[in-house]
């Protein structure tokens, strides 16, 4: 946890360093931040279930939100 604590601030500061930039590093950490962000949702996505009368287990669906199923 504590590499992954330390990826989140180095994502954190690579975007307040690249604010008001016009280079195109804000796009770039932007970018990086949303490609680990969707890293930890597939990991979450992995985990979760249906739940359901048979106890059939699932991964989310692309366009179904866990919370309504």
Not at 13 to 36: I, W, Y
Not at 54 to 68: C, F, H, I, P, W
């Amino acid at each position: 946890m504590s590499s992954d604590t330390e990826r989140h601030r180095e994502l954190m500061d690579g975007l307040r360093s690249a604010m008001g930039k016009n280079d195109g590093s804000f796009e770039q950490a932007v970018t990086k931040a949303f490609e680990h962000v969707f890293d930890h949702l597939g990991r979450l996505n992995s985990h979760t279930s249906l739940g359901g009368a048979d106890g059939e287990e699932r991964q989310v669906k692309y366009g179904e939100s866990a919370t309504l199923r």
